[in-house]
């Protein structure tokens, strides 16, 4: 065991070792299996020795960074090689193509045999395949400085980050088929001798949503990679992104790309033309040596890991004396709290929820807030609900009700929120006369606006959040009618009975729960997007997936939506008030939303897939399968039955605005 051990941190610390090595020369590089190998004097590597003889000049480039060739013949789809490179078209063109050359050459070496692969540098992407590619977001690579901001700054920092990359994103998306790039620095507001670079660029024949699509994508990576870093960038197949933030007295400089030199053979394995070396070291001496390197290897091997240790729980302790500091500092007084509620006046109360009460609160400096007086029975300790509620105060996107802090006083545990004034979606797209102020393009944005919380919450925030309620009344609107998820993010403040993957108590609202939830207390993200596939049909038709009525017949919605778009007569579903706007559109999200709702988990687009098929309207969307629950005319009293009595046993309603949520730091 103890011989293990050992061997097992040797092979650690050699793993180590290698990392450091590519670091050092900035290589980052993936091998594909899915395309097979080659062989040693094969067609393909025939090809691909000409694509690297090619390299003597600069032809293939157009002229901005953009190198896009192949070699072998065209209807031979196992052996041609098609080839692209991607460089900074600021470098010059010597500078650039030397970069390319040099990418390209250490990826055939650091693949070898493999008929398709990636690679990065600081410079350049380079790839390689026996396939045509044209939009593609996987593999992608990350990496950052090991430098972090001030804590205090990071948020402030990102906010800046977010709305650089965006300006830079626009205008690279804009660009034509000759070049897609951008570049801007612009002083940060929290320091007064700093500036963050930004560095944008997508492969010039992308249409412009793809690129847009793409660079959001590389943002959303470097948040979560790298949240805090003073220097990171992100590269896939189709477009790359990077920040630097410098001092205004040293502004960042990008020099040209430094020569990646093949490997030169060792001297151990030099011929002597004079036959073979005799050695002048006896063989003890050789193992002397041999054993002093390998016990100065191990002492310094062991030093690393001591220090990386000792490193490690040093970081921890600042971390956590930083996360009490946050908390502290996100803490209302609860007599400042009881005076903007008016002592939680029934005048001031929003609406109830299943796990407390909503006010209406005013601050002394005239700042409106939802304040959510939780119930008494929480067995929580005051120091988990502050550290908890300081990483969920930390959730910023502008389509998520934003939590300001909290307050604990005797015997209470209280949520503060941002107030937002035109209440729930349900009262607008149910009520008779708020749905006229809903046409098509508000309705459209309310959509996207959701499926982009959505999403933040499962992939880009700082925790994975499964929200299990997402609703019509957990959707509120802000005074531009931009759509806002609510209850989000709280549930293990005052629910300690939940564990990844399964509950043993299935809370939520009937109709908007998937059915591997319902039935077995499953869930997952593709759980949530089943209750989003709901609330876009809701949206577009403009009626309850649990009271739909047609022409004085029950029927629920999602049956209802299926059977038309079987018969061909989707149509049926619109809303009718639904005089003007994009049918294309509205044709676009019923399929959306079916497809959200189908009965195989496996089949649910994941919100990443959903952004895309909203936003890309040259996409053609998959044909869904049929959702859950459907069901004939003759099987829905049996489903009446069933609904009753799983409301009246396993399944408990959420109420108002309600929320059972999962969190899971990253």
């Known amino acids: 065991m103890v011989f293990s051990s050992f061997g097992f941190g040797i092979f650690l610390s050699i793993q180590l070792l290698v990392l450091v090595i590519i670091e050092a020369v900035d290589l980052h590089f993936v091998c594909s299996n899915n395309r097979g190998n080659y062989t040693t004097g094969s067609v393909y590597q025939k090809n691909l020795d000409d694509f690297l003889s090619s390299l003597v000049t600069n032809e293939s480039s157009n002229g901005y960074g953009l190198y896009n060739t192949s070699f072998g013949q065209d209807d031979d789809i196992i052996d041609k090689v098609y080839a692209i490179g991607l460089c900074r078209p600021d470098l010059i063109p010597d500078a650039s193509l030397k970069s390319f050359k040099d990418s390209a050459y250490n990826l055939t070496r650091a693949c070898p045999n493999q008929k398709e ?10 790839r390689y395949s026996n396939r045509s590619f044209h939009f593609e977001l996987s593999p992608s690579n990350n990496q950052s400085t090991t430098r972090s901001l001030l804590s205090s700054d990071v948020d402030l920092f990102n906010s800046e980050l977010e709305e650089l990359i965006g300006v830079l994103k626009s205008q690279a998306a804009a660009g034509g088929l000759q070049k897609k790039f951008a570049t801007e620095s612009k002083r940060v507001m929290y320091s007064n001798n700093q500036s963050i670079s930004g560095i944008v660029q997508c492969i010039p024949d992308l249409e412009e949503e793809e690129c847009s699509f793409c660079l959001e994508e590389g943002l959303r990576q470097l948040q979560k990679c790298c949240y805090g870093m003073d ?3 992100f590269g896939n ?28 053979p060792s001297a151990n394995a030099t011929k002597n033309s004079g036959g073979k070396k005799k050695s002048s070291t006896s063989a003890g001496t050789v193992i002397i040596i041999a054993m002093a390197t390998v016990v100065s290897f191990l002492i310094l091997i062991m030093s690393i890991c001591i220090y990386l240790r000792v490193k490690y729980k040093r ?20 007599r400042s709290i009881r005076a903007a509620t008016n002592n939680f006046s029934e005048a001031n109360k929003l609406g109830r929820g299943g796990f407390g009460i909503v006010y209406r609160g005013i601050l002394p400096d005239d700042k409106d807030i939802a304040v959510k007086r939780l119930s008494r029975d929480s067995a929580q300790g005051d120091l988990e609900f502050k550290t908890e509620v300081s990483l969920v105060a ?71 959040i499964i929200h299990r309620d997402l609703k019509a009344s957990n959707i509120l609107l802000d005074a531009d009618m931009n759509p806002k998820v609510a209850d ?23 109709g908007y729960m998937a059915p591997e939830y319902v039935m077995r207390g499953q869930f997952s993200v593709k759980s949530d997007v089943f209750s989003f596939g709901v609330l876009v049909l809701e949206i577009v038709s403009g009626q309850k997936n649990s009271s739909f009525r047609n022409r004085g017949n029950v029927e629920d919605l999602l049956s209802y ?99 059972i949520t999962e969190l899971s730091p990253r």
């Open 117 to 126: 692969a990636i690679i990065w540098n600081e410079y350049c992407m380079v």
């Open 231 to 233: 220097s990171a960038r």
């Open 237 to 264: 197949p189709s477009c790359n992104l990077r920040y630097d933030v410098y001092t205004t007295d040293d502004p960042a400089k990008y020099h040209e790309p430094r020569a990646l030199s093949p490997p030169t």
């Open 315 to 334: 970081k921890r302790i600042e971390e956590r004396a930083e996360e009490i500091k946050s908390a502290e500092a996100l803490q209302f007084d609860f």
């Open 394 to 464: 930390r959730l910023q996107h502008r389509n998520l009700v934003r939590l300001l802090g909290f307050c604990l006083g005797k015997n209470e545990k209280i949520l503060v929120y941002e107030f937002v004034p035109n209440g729930s979606l349900d009262q607008f797209i149910f009520g008779e006369v708020k749905r006229a102020h809903l046409d098509w393009d508000v309705r459209y944005k309310i959509i996207v606006g959701i499926a982009r919380g959505l999403l933040y919450l499962h992939e880009d925030s700082r925790l994975k």
């Open 488 to 510: 989000f993010g709280m549930a293990r403040l005052f629910d300690l009975d939940q564990s990844q993957g399964e509950t043993r108590r299935v809370v939520g609202t009937y």
């Open 561 to 659: 939506a299926w059977r038309n778009w079987r018969a061909d007569t989707a149509s049926n579903i619109i809303d009718p008030i639904l005089s003007s706007g994009s049918r294309t559109e509205m044709m676009r999200c019923i399929n959306i939303g079916l497809l959200c709702v189908q009965q195989n988990i496996a089949d649910r687009p994941t919100m990443t897939s959903v952004i895309l098929m909203l936003t890309g309207n040259s996409l053609s969307l998959p044909v869904p399968s049929q959702p859950a629950f459907f069901m004939g005319a003759s099987d829905f009293s049996k489903a009446v039955e069933l609904d009753q009595a799983q409301s009246s046993s396993s399944v408990q309603k959420s109420v108002n605005e309600a929320s």
